[in-house]
């Protein structure tokens, strides 16, 4: 493959994919190189038993994810609630509760304490640009600092600081002592606030897309025909300030602009020459991936529902700390979604398929009943695993990184662009931030007042 576009485009996911599909409306000549044999990057969708499609990677979507939904809807797809009728399971320092709305029954002590330090971090979070993290009046305090640390001074009882941990680690597959404070106060801030990324109802998780989240990528793949080109590994781009040849084990293709829309961990993979400038490397070697493997399990119906519980269950001592009600739109079979996420991803990636999956029916079980223990099938998905993911949810920010070198996540490298859910202002880490990123380097690129590539 020797050719020459206006713009290749590094990586098909939901970052790629819009971008290229604005700059093809742009009436620019576009490729997409895609390193594995599918679109959808951290989107996924495996086969149930009965054949239909059941979300392996990221899937749902939020009220105030304008973006994300205004793309479902220009596709011709269609969203679902997710099942949220029934009591709830909530297990705080080896204590269960079992409620309705959004509020599980804890001793008032430990109540007191969460509300106090939720209310401090989403008034922290509220404080950060988030175009700028970096320049927040407390950011250099901030950012010297682990979530973790800022968490024992915000909480101060054991169960309260359980709460923290087990919320940290649904929202970024890591444990609060791996993350900058000012990162996590930072994508708190760029989701509205705390309640709206843990919530499922009015939050992060109340819909889910019909046919699976990996829908909305192939609809894009479709639209782009031809221009998106599989089995693509980028292994290296030369560049200019004229242009860039981008080699694959394909060839190479010859473009203005490059779109490079990977997660900073695969984008520091790519060989640059001449390099890229030491900051904007020094950034990338410090955003390592959260870890997950998630798992779903069939059963022959969500017989929950019938039990009376809505499939939704958190605990801050069982690895499965976090379950939903995956059941397809259809209402059959009965799927429970779970995750393995942080050190507890950790320890089940170094077991046998057989002793994990042995582990989640056995959590499932403690939750639901001795009827979990009996599934049609178990598939999980480890994304550490994946060669070209090598984690989810997303890339964090460690202690010192965004104050350090912030300024280079979204700056230009002469014609190299940054894009990917990484970079987003709005909803970074989640698809709705993948458009945003998508349509921003969109824009740099086809804007009429730009004449040439961008500078370091």
């Given at each position: 493959m020797?050719?020459s576009v206006d713009?290749v485009v ?18 620019l000549e576009?490729l997409?190189?895609?390193?594995r044999d599918?679109?959808?990057?951290r ?7 009965d054949?239909?499609?059941?979300d392996?990677?990221g899937?749902w979507v939020g ?7 205004e ?8 969203t679902?609630p997710?099942h ?7 297990e705080l ?10 509020i599980p029954?804890i001793d ?6 969460i ?5 401090r971090?989403d008034?922290?979070?509220?404080a ?10 407390d950011?250099?305090r901030l950012?010297s ?8 001074r915000?909480?101060w009882?054991?169960r309260?600081?359980?709460y923290?941990?087990?919320v940290?680690e649904?929202v970024?597959a890591?444990?609060?002592?791996d993350?900058?404070a000012?990162?996590a106060g930072f ?7 705390l309640?709206?990324l843990?919530?499922t ?9 019909v046919?699976g989240?990996q ?8 639209e ?8 693509s590994?980028?292994?290296g781009?030369?560049?200019s300030?004229?242009?860039?040849h981008?080699?694959?084990?394909r060839g190479?293709?010859s473009a203005?602009?490059?779109?490079i829309a990977?997660p900073p961990p695969?984008?520091?993979?790519i060989?640059?020459?001449p390099g890229?400038p030491?900051d ?6 410090r955003m ?7 798992i779903?399990v069939?059963?022959p ?5 019938t ?5 939704q269950a958190?605990s801050?001592?069982?690895?499965l700390?976090?379950?939903?009600d995956?059941?397809p ?10 995750f393995?996420?942080?050190r ?7 077991m046998?398929?057989e ?5 989640v029916?056995?959590?499932l079980a403690?939750?639901y ?5 009996d599934p049609?099938?178990?598939i999980d ?7 070209y993911s090598?984690?989810?949810?997303g890339a ?5 990184t ?10 230009p ?9 990484e970079?987003?202002t709005e909803?970074?880490?989640?698809m709705?931030?993948?458009v945003?990123s998508?349509?921003r ?15 370091a």
């Amino acid at each position: 493959m020797e050719q020459s576009v206006d713009i290749v485009v590094v990586g098909a996911g939901i970052a790629g994919l819009v971008a290229a599909r604005e700059l093809t409306r742009a009436g620019l000549e576009v490729l997409v190189l895609e390193a594995r044999d599918r679109v959808g990057g951290r989107l996924l969708n495996a086969d149930l038993p009965d054949g239909s499609p059941i979300d392996v990677g990221g899937q749902w979507v939020g009220p105030t994810q304008h973006r994300i939904h205004e793309l479902i809807r220009e596709l011709g797809l269609e969203t679902f609630p997710t099942h949220t009728a029934g009591r709830h399971i909530a297990e705080l320092g080896g204590t269960r509760s079992e409620y309705t709305g959004a509020i599980p029954h804890i001793d008032p002590r430990t109540l007191a304490d969460i509300v106090r330090a939720r209310s401090r971090l989403d008034r922290m979070a509220a404080a950060i640009p988030p175009d700028e993290p970096w320049r927040a009046a407390d950011a250099e305090r901030l950012d010297s600092q682990t979530f973790e640390t800022w968490l024992r001074r915000a909480a101060w009882t054991r169960r309260g600081r359980a709460y923290f941990r087990s919320v940290t680690e649904a929202v970024f597959a890591a444990g609060p002592e791996d993350l900058s404070a000012l990162w996590a106060g930072f994508y708190i801030g760029a989701a509205g606030g705390l309640d709206a990324l843990i919530d499922t109802a009015g939050g992060a998780q109340q819909d889910r897309v019909v046919g699976g989240a990996q829908a909305i990528a192939l609809a894009v793949a479709r639209e782009l025909g031809e221009r998106v080109v599989l089995d693509s590994p980028v292994i290296g781009i030369e560049w200019s300030d004229a242009g860039a040849h981008v080699r694959s084990h394909r060839g190479v293709v010859s473009a203005r602009h490059v779109v490079i829309a990977v997660p900073p961990p695969l984008a520091s993979r790519i060989s640059y020459s001449p390099g890229v400038p030491g900051d904007r490397d020094q950034l990338v070697q410090r955003m390592p991936m959260g870890r997950v493997i998630k798992i779903n399990v069939v059963y022959p119906e969500p017989f929950w529902r019938t039990d009376g519980w809505s499939g939704q269950a958190n605990s801050t001592s069982r690895p499965l700390g976090t379950v939903f009600d995956n059941t397809p739109h259809e209402g059959g079979p009965g799927v429970l979604v779970g995750f393995l996420e942080g050190r507890h991803a950790d320890a089940g990636a170094r077991m046998t398929a057989e002793d994990r999956h042995a582990l989640v029916l056995e959590d499932l079980a403690g939750y639901y009943g001795p009827r979990a223990r009996d599934p049609l099938a178990v598939i999980d998905h480890d994304w550490a695993g994946e060669e070209y993911s090598r984690g989810c949810y997303g890339a964090f920010a460690t202690p010192g990184t965004l104050t350090r070198f912030g300024e280079h996540l979204r700056r230009p490298v002469g014609p190299l662009h940054w894009a990917g859910t990484e970079t987003a202002t709005e909803w970074a880490g989640y698809m709705d931030g993948a458009v945003e990123s998508g349509k921003r380097v969109a824009a740099e690129i086809a804007r009429p007042d730009r004449q040439g590539p961008v500078r370091a």
